[in-house]
Nanobody, 125 residues
Framework: QLQVVESGGGLVQPGGSLRLSCVAS????????IGWARQAPGKEREGVSC??????????ADSVKGRFTVSRDSAENTEYVYLPMYSQKPEDTAVYYC????????????????WGQGTQVTVSS
């Protein structure tokens, strides 16, 4: 059974750094994309990054490009995805979700099969 679990959220000051982690287990060959999205209070969920597990290419939203960098490790039927976030801004405050899907359309995942439960990131002084 596919499971996605995030961790690592918390409170960080503007300009600071935080690293989120995601473990996606129970994967089969049918899963081609893994990524991050976020939802700020009162706003719709938006894409942050999407990685094609086939070629390893990662795509980022313009709002995080150059500040967030995805890294990955793999084990049998499991993907470990990390999202180090640097130079954080108050507008990065949101619940961050990891997902597994079928493909990427740029930094947005398609055919999402499973969302994680989310982890809160708050950027505030």
């Amino acid at each position: 059974q596919l499971q996605v679990v995030e961790s690592g959220g918390g409170l960080v000051q503007p300009g600071g750094s935080l690293r989120l982690s995601c473990v996606a287990s129970g994967l089969t060959s049918g899963y081609f994309a893994i990524g991050w999205a976020r939802q700020a209070p009162g706003k719709e969920r938006e894409g942050v990054s999407c990685t094609k597990t086939g070629d390893g290419n990662t795509y980022y939203a313009d709002s995080v490009k150059g500040r967030f960098t995805v890294s990955r490790d793999s084990a049998e039927n499991t993907e470990y995805v990390y999202l180090p976030m640097y130079s954080q801004k108050p507008e990065d405050t949101a619940v961050y979700y990891c997902y597994v899907g079928d493909s990427c359309s740029g930094y947005v995942g398609n055919g999402i099969n499973r969302w994680g439960q989310g982890t809160q990131v708050t950027v505030s002084s």
